[in-house]
Each structure stands twice: as C-alpha cells, then as structure tokens.
C-alpha cells in the first residue's frame, strides 16, 4: 500500500509535470508509471487506463447532452471521478482507490433505475434517441475496459473491488440506456429475429 506521503509527493509531481505538456520521454514508446517505472505503450496495463479513458471521454459526451435528467448527471458525474480514481489506481501497481462503498453505491443506483422499468422481455438494440446511443455507446466501451482489466488481472493481481466496479457499471450503464428512453418518451429498439 502506499503511503499519504508518497501520495503528496505524487500529486506535487504531477502539479509540476503538467506546466509542460511534453516532455518527449514517451519518443520511445514507452510510458511512466505512477511509480517511476517505465512499461511500454501498449502493455496491458496501459490498453487497460486507454480503455478507461475512452469510457470516462464517453461519458463525457453522454453528459454534454442537454435532455439528460438531472438525477442520471449527478451519477454520472460522481462516475467520472471514480472512473479517474481507477485509472490512478492502476497507474501504481499495488495501489488501491475503488472500494467495496463505490461498487454498493452503483449497485444502489442500478436498482432504483431497475426498479421504474418494466421487465424486459426481448434483446434491445442501441438507438431510439441519440442520449439512449450514446450511452450504449459507453457500455460497450466499459464492457471492453472490463474484457482488459480481466486480462490484466491474469497477469497481475487487481483488487477485487475494480474487477466488480467496471462489471456493475456496464450493467448500470445498460439499465439507464433504457431509463434515458423511457424519460423521453421513446420506446425501446426490440431485436427482430430474421425468420
């Protein structure tokens, strides 16, 4: 585990590195680590922070749109940051953000969308309105950021609570893809099996 005192140093670290964007160590292909080490691009570990934040960018665009009920932009929101304290927790091995707290507040969340719902009967398919798209658009990516986090946890240990907090989030991510279309009045897109 590491210390607050190694965390204020980081932080006073990353304060300074970002007065200057580049700093062409990366000309190699390779990458710092929150703990001074140095991987290449395209390890697992770093495909797994991409991933992580391709789906918080996503997330992003989900909330730049204006139709959004307010309760989804709060939960959202907190996402973003718990999806940073996952990228931060992967950048130094053995260092631990997400917590047990986090998964059980998405799960809390999930119900209560769930709840309003009726059951689902048939498969749905992306669409029926651009907010209902584009957050199926950020499910498919926090499904794939959980394929890579998988990975990388056969390779080296993650904590348990990450493994469980990207997989809640998809499942939340889907169940507010359909409360987006039942909050704008737009039905949901059935899977129509060719016969």
Known sequence: ????????????????????????????????????IRVTKNSARIETIGDID????????LLTEST???????????????????GGELSIPNYVRISDAMVAQLEQALDAMNDALLPLKEFILPGGSRPTA????????????????????????????????LNRLSDLLFVMCRAISKELGVPDVLWQPRS
């Open 68 to 86: 959004l009920p307010d309760s989804m932009r709060i939960t959202l929101i907190r996402i973003q940051h718990e999806l940073f304290e996952l």
């Open 134 to 165: 584009l957050c199926h658009v950020a499910r498919a990516v926090c499904r794939r950021a959980e394929r890579r986090l998988v990975a990388l946890n056969q390779q080296e240990p993650i904590s348990p609570a990450a493994l469980k907090y």
């Open 1 to 36: 585990m590491i210390s607050s005192l190694h965390l204020f140093q980081s932080e006073q670290i990353m304060g300074h590195r970002l007065s200057k964007i580049y700093t062409k160590t990366g000309d190699d292909g390779s990458t710092g680590l929150g703990d001074g």
């Open 54 to 61: 391709e789906l918080n960018s996503q997330l992003g665009l």
